[in-house]
């Protein structure tokens, strides 16, 4: 028997309370957060996203995906690297879930466990602007588009290749890359706020075995 | 100290509600380490029959001298353990309780910690139990009578059930009707009754039931006492409509005034005297008075300027000339010369420009001379044989003489001029006040019966002295300022120099029009004005006027100065002169200096300094000095015996508020004791002046003035609103003062034909559509004058009840949730977005539409949506379920479809129809077709079609199929939640009741007592507990008056001696208690010279107990020794 197939009543699977442990200590680091055990299922947030139309998963349902125990899923999905974080779905909720922020855990975890969507590789967009940014301190588009082809890609670059030319002719590109001032601080920052961002050790409750399971979230 | 008793100590399990948090049995272990404690055992459910019959045997068994229980909150079961005491003989005051459950187990989760606290809580009970001392309960009787506050479904309820006995009710009720938002609705669910066919019955029975006093525009200021023994202040404000209404309605078509109606949510107009709606109860009509307008406060006679200025807008002069008759004994004067403190005042002036009130008031009398020719003189049934003399016969003594004709007195009046009408006649030019229009005044006063006589001057002719031996009873001096300040240069003896009032007097009286070519006026008030322009028409070629400060600081109205220099006056601001030089006896010219301004002096204008060196020779051969005028007052006291006081300024001196000079009999106004002023504040004057004469003469105290009320100061920021319907000044839309036509300026110069031409009709109803109605009714008196029974009675003051009550009932209801703080649904914003009440208004037969489902423009909508959960189930607003909402959708949903042929569409969040018959009318709904959608709204949002159509476009995720839609609609109907009533926070303070976090009442016991309060009698009803539907409000309202009814029936009941007693062997008799006590409940007794309690007085608030410098007073069950003993218990744990 795969342990992924391992059921006891009452219980997750070990893989999905596992994703739920790391989920939720994203969430915990959110003020609020625990909030997201109140939906009602109103869909307001899916009515209010101005880009649910483009979600493979409306808002409503990613909570409703974390309730039915299938973190996969959400991780896995399109939506939460759609989410343009525009907060409209937060400010109206009527549950008072974080929705925008909880979005936020649900991408944190994606990068921490590496569970991506398949094809749509806007997580690498961003480890590849951080990655930028760590070595330049400023966006740097060439270097940019190349971090991001090795890590997607490579042969995707050519389609890229008239739009490079039409900006380079244009002189729209920086072929230099100067590094800012004081590089070094920026990273010291960098370093300290990557330590806060994922899980801080002193804030993560320890989860007790029978709060990982269904009784979590009611 | 050991008080060697035998205790008792039960700790209760409650089931696990305690024994999962605290470990009962260790507690009930600690406490036998106390010698005293005889019996320290558990037990599952203390408060059940075994329980109880455990402590009574033990106290048997054992005989128990103190008991303690140890379990929940003494709200629930301390009665129910004195009572088991008392059943076993012992005295229900020895008996103490300790809470356990609500002060450990439930606010703990830390299993030791929470036995801690309990070891102490029931360590502290058995330490202070043994200091207790057996006491007997206190009776006191239950007054019959209840208040019921509010008069929706819930007390109209209970009223009725307890008028059914035959006791006393009072039903208190902020507006002036009975029904509550009930009366609004249309239909009822789920069996569609009409709401008004089935309330409308009991509120007629309300007010038939003779016990039932009904107190509408009423409200509760003050509740003192306890139960059986309420007193409560109550504040009836004025309906200034009697009783003997007979709802004709006559008064309603003749008020001027259109306001939003609150009845109808604001969707439809009533008028400022009227009834919420015809099935009212009291069926009586009531006049809605904010405030008092601005201009009628500002004016001394107090004319009802928003009054005629509202009869204008409509187009009714003649009734608008009534009315200023009617107050005004100098209209035509005013209309025309008046200074008009009211438009200074207008609250329009602070949105753009005051409201052209003088010029409206000249054009009704214009119109009403017109087209009805002269004013008849009103009729006087009055007579009264006292003789009144008025010395002098300007505004102040015609206005004084007018008052007092009025009221019967005959009036003589004293003329020196062989004129009349004093500085009107001689002051003011024709061109400005043509003196035909004079006389017309004069003959309306002769009509009146008010005698007149010219050419006597008083101290020639007669003297005040000869008046008195005349019988004259009083008299009025008002003889005015009429003698010319001098300008103190040197010069002013050469021939050419002339005072403005001599001048213009001359002029006037058709002495002479003899004048200079060119001609100085000296001085920047409106008499300097009048002589420029007089100077004009009398064919001087150069008027030039000098002034010493500039046009800012020129007292004369702005509009005149502007008309002077378009005649061709020239002004010459910052010059004084120093000299006026002659030739032969006669002026040449002035020697001037010119002027800077320094800083403000006594009178709030900047000083005027001379420039060094600036003196200049200007050539002139008339100089008119118009600085100023005063009284003469040398023909007072001349040979006459009566002497009257003056001030240093030749000014009579009166007293400010009653207007008597130092001779009792003697009274006196206008400019000889004003100094020159203006011709309104004279009339003013006069008026008080008659006043106070006719009460003299009544031998009444001269006091509480009728026209003398001092004006408060009006707050006017962009967000004021001039009344409560009124957009606030920064949403008032601008619109320009309509300016009268006047003569063209080079034709008027020449000749003394009047300047100013007045409004036309439609100018006139245009100018007056500007007034912003101030204070809803604008006191026009029309509804007065209508009134056959003569119910309208302005001077009805607000009313102050005091009743006595043993039980109160609160039912004060519930407001709708405020939609617009949901921006998203476009509430206020959006056409075609309505609240649920204001559709309730539109499906009733009384509604804005008479029922019929429209949408602004007046069609028929083609799709409605009606959105649940508005406010409630939303933790940014409230978050519990209103209960009602999704009931009443449903039933709009029907009766949309029922009415129209629109398609329905409904969202909900959950659909919750609970009750008997609901579930069924859902199915009816959805067998009917409405299209029901689950998922909330996320917004609504105005579209346009291709073709410029707008439609309401709805975004939400219908969450059963996981998809987003855009829903076209044509109307949007928001079911708001229900929030507690907005008084509900005074209400709680008056009666010292507790809210729920959610605001509504707190119930003693959300089960098993959901009507009553923690307050002995007092009892709840209907939403003010909770959201509820109407058979529910009806139950609980019914509920309340049956556990009401239970109190009156008792007759007594029994109270906690909880009082203060002082122990007569201490007690200095020191008195310090007695005045410190707040009930007044501690009297001195003489003969022992100490101090008493009264105990049917005392509150047991302690304030004496901590105040005896002698320890003599304790307060029983809360004596220093059980306190202290308490204490120790804590602390040893």
């Known amino acids: ?165 039409k900006m380079a002719g244009k002189e729209r590109i920086e072929y230099r890359a100067s590094k800012i001032k004081d590089i070094k601080g920026l990273r010291k920052i960098m370093k300290a706020a990557e330590k806060l961002d994922m899980p801080i050790e002193y804030e993560v409750k320890p989860y007790r075995e029978e709060a990982v399971g269904y009784k979590a979230v009611g | 100290m050991e008080k060697h008793e035998k205790i008792g100590v039960y700790i209760c399990h409650c089931g696990v509600n305690i024994s999962q948090t605290v470990r009962v049995e260790e507690v009930a272990e600690a406490l036998k380490s106390n010698p005293e404690v005889v019996v320290s055992t558990t037990y599952k459910f203390m408060c059940s029959d075994p329980g109880q019959k455990m402590v009574e045997e033990d106290i048997q068994k054992h005989g128990l001298t103190r008991v303690v229980v140890a379990a929940c909150s003494p709200h629930m079961h301390e009665l129910t353990f004195r009572n088991a005491c008392e059943r076993a003989g012992l005295n229900r005051y020895l008996f103490q309780m300790a809470n356990i459950r609500e002060h450990c187990a439930w606010v703990h989760s830390d299993v030791d910690a929470a036995t801690a606290k309990a070891k102490a809580l029931v360590n502290a009970a058995a330490r202070r139990v043994a200091w207790q001392e057996p006491l007997q309960p206190m ?316 050419n006597s001057k008083l101290g020639a002719d007669f003297t005040l002295e000869s008046l008195l031996k005349q019988d004259f009873k009083a008299i009025f001096v008002a003889i005015g300022a009429h003698k010319g300040v001098k300008l103190y240069v040197p010069g002013e003896d050469l021939e050419g120099v002339i005072s403005g009032v001599d001048f213009l007097r001359r002029v006037n009286l058709g002495i002479s029009r003899e004048i200079g070519r060119h001609v100085a006026v000296i001085g920047g008030g409106n008499t300097a004005i009048d002589a420029a322009r007089t100077a004009l028409r009398c064919g001087a070629e150069k008027v030039a006027i000098l002034y010493r400060r500039t046009r800012q600081e020129m007292p004369a109205s702005p509009e005149e100065i502007a008309d002077a220099e378009a005649e061709g006056v020239h002004i010459a601001y910052l010059t004084a002169p120093t000299e006026i030089s002659g030739k032969n006896g006669k002026v040449t010219g002035l020697r001037c200096t010119r002027m800077k301004l320094g800083e403000p002096d006594s009178s709030g204008r900047r000083r005027p300094i001379p420039i060094p060196n600036s003196e200049h020779e200007l050539e002139f051969d008339t100089v008119i000095a118009a600085i100023s005028q005063s009284p003469d ?111 063209d300026p080079q034709q008027r110069a020449a000749i003394f034909a009047e300047v100013e031409l007045g409004y036309s009709e439609e100018q006139a109803m245009r100018e007056a559509a500007r007034c912003l109605s101030c204070g809803v009714c604008v006191e026009c008196h029309e509804c007065e004058r209508v009134c056959e029974p003569k119910a309208v009675d302005y001077s009805m003051p607000d009313e102050i009840r005091e009743v006595e009550v043993g039980q109160v009932i609160i039912a004060t209801g519930y407001d709708i949730f405020d939609a617009s703080k949901m921006f998203q649904y476009g509430y206020g914003k959006l056409k075609n977005v309505y609240s649920s009440l204001e559709f309730e208004r539109m499906l009733s037969s009384t509604g804005p539409t008479g029922g019929k489902v429209l949408l602004e423009n007046g069609k028929e909508p083609r799709a409605v949506g009606i959105i649940h959960c508005v406010g409630s189930r939303d933790a940014n607003f409230n978050r519990y379920c209103s209960r009602v909402c999704c009931m009443y959708a449903m039933k709009f949903a029907h009766l949309v479809k029922d009415r129209t042929s629109a398609e329905v569409y409904q969202f909900y969040i959950d659909m919750r129809a609970y009750g008997k018959g609901y579930e069924e009318f859902y199915s009816r709904i959805l067998e009917e077709g409405v299209n029901v959608i689950r998922g909330k709204v996320a917004e609504v949002v105005e579209k346009k079609t291709p073709d410029g159509d707008k439609f309401l476009n709805i975004r939400c995720e219908d969450t059963l199929i996981g998809k987003f839609r855009e829903i076209p609609l044509d109307m949007v109907i928001l079911c708001n939640g229900l929030q507690p009533n907005k008084t509900a926070d005074k209400i709680a303070r008056q009666f010292g009741l507790s809210r729920s976090p959610d605001g509504f009442f707190l119930e003693r016991h959300p089960k098993l007592d959901p009507f009553s309060t923690v307050s002995e009698g007092i009892y709840l009803a209907g939403c003010a507990q909770g959201p509820k539907d109407i058979p529910d409000t009806v139950s609980q309202a019914s509920a309340a008056a049956g556990r009401a009814l239970a109190m009156i029936s008792k007759a007594e009941v029994d109270l906690d001696p909880i009082r203060a007693w002082i122990d007569e062997r201490y007690c200095s008799g020191c008195r310090i208690c007695n005045n410190l006590c707040p009930y007044h409940a501690i009297d001195f007794i003489e003969e022992k010279k100490i101090s008493l309690v009264n105990d049917a007085l005392c509150k047991g608030c302690g304030t004496c107990v901590a105040a005896c410098p002698a320890g003599a007073i304790t307060g029983k069950g809360f004596s220093d020794r059980q306190i202290y003993a308490e204490l120790e218990g804590i602390l040893a744990g």
């Open chain 2, 139 to 454: 009776k006191a009787k239950i007054n019959p009578g209840t208040l019921v506050v509010g008069g929706g479904i819930a007390g109209i309820q209970a009223a009725l059930e307890i008028a059914e006995s035959g006791n006393k009710v009072y039903l208190v009720e902020k507006e002036s009707t009975i029904g509550g938002q009930m009366a609004k609705f249309d239909k009822t669910f789920p069996t569609l009754d009409c709401s008004a066919c089935i309330l409308t019955p009991k509120m007629v029975s309300v007010s038939h039931r003779k016990n039932i006093e009904t107190l509408t525009l009423s409200e509760v200021e003050e509740v003192s006492g306890f139960v059986g023994n309420f007193k409560v202040r109550i504040r009836k404000k004025a309906r200034y409509v009697h009783d003997n209404c007979t709802s004709c309605g006559e008064c309603a078509k003749v008020c001027p005034v259109r306001v939003p109606n609150w009845f109808d949510e604001f969707t439809q107009q009533r008028t400022a005297i009227h009834k919420a709606f015809p099935q009212a109860v009291p069926n009586t009509y009531v006049i809605d008075r904010q405030d008092k307008p601005p201009c009628t406060e500002a004016c001394p006679i107090r004319q009802e300027a928003a009054g005629y200025v509202a009869l204008i807008k409509q187009g009714r002069f003649h009734e608008a000339a009534q009315l200023i008759h009617k107050r005004n004994p100098l209209p035509i004067v005013c209309g025309r010369v008046c200074y008009h403190p009211c438009e200074t005042e207008c609250n329009r002036g602070y949105v753009d420009e005051p409201v052209a009130i003088q010029h409206l008031k000249r054009f009704a009398l214009d119109w009403e001379m017109k087209h009805n020719g002269r004013f008849e003189p009103p009729k006087i049934d009055k007579k009264r044989k006292e003789k009144v003399a008025v010395i002098g016969s300007g505004p102040a003594g015609l206005t004084c003489a007018h008052d007092l004709a009025l009221n019967g007195y005959p009036v003589t009046v004293f003329e020196q001029h062989s004129v009349l009408g004093g500085m009107l006649a001689v002051g003011i030019p024709e061109y400005r006040l043509p003196k035909k229009l004079l006389e017309m005044e004069i003959e309306y006063m002769k009509g009146m019966g008010i005698k007149f006589k010219t």
């Open chain 2, 633 to 743: 007052i040398a023909c007072l006291n001349g040979k006459s015996t009566v002497h009257l006081d003056s001030t240093k300024w030749d000014t009579l001196q009166v007293n400010p508020e009653t207007l008597q000079t130092n001779v009792p009999n003697i009274f006196s106004a206008g400019d000889v004791v004003l100094g020159p002023s203006t011709i309104i504040a004279s009339m003013g004057g006069g008026r008080r002046a008659a006043e106070s004469i006719d009460k003299f003469l009544n031998n009444q105290p001269l006091k509480d003035y009728k026209t003398h009320v001092v004006r408060p100061e009006i707050f006017r920021g962009e967000s004021f609103r001039p009344h409560s319907y009124a957009p606030t000044y920064k949403e008032t839309p601008r619109a320009p003062r309509t300016h009268a036509p006047k003569l």
């Open chain 1, 1 to 165: 028997m795969k342990i992924e197939d391992i059921r006891t009543p009452g219980r997750l699977t070990p893989k999905e309370s596992e994703l739920r442990v790391a989920f939720l200590e994203q969430v915990g680091v959110i003020p609020g957060g625990e909030k997201i055990k109140a939906c009602i299922q109103c869909g307001t947030c899916t009515g209010s996203c101005p880009v649910s139309y483009a979600m493979d998963v409306p808002p409503r349902e990613l909570i409703a995906l974390f309730r039915a125990g299938d973190m996969e899923a959400l991780l896995k999905s399109k939506a939460i690297w759609t989410c343009a974080s525009c907060y409209a779905c937060q400010t109206r909720c009527p549950a008072a879930i974080k929705i925008t922020d909880v979005i936020y855990a649900l991408k944190r975890t994606a990068m921490e466990r590496k569970i991506y969507s398949a094809k749509f590789p806007v997580h690498s967009l961003a480890d590849s602007f951080m990655k930028s940014m760590f070595r330049f301190g400023r966006l740097n588009e060439p270097r940019l588009m190349v971090y991001y082809f090795l890590k997607s890609g490579f042969w995707k670059a050519f389609s890229y290749l008239p739009l490079g030319l």
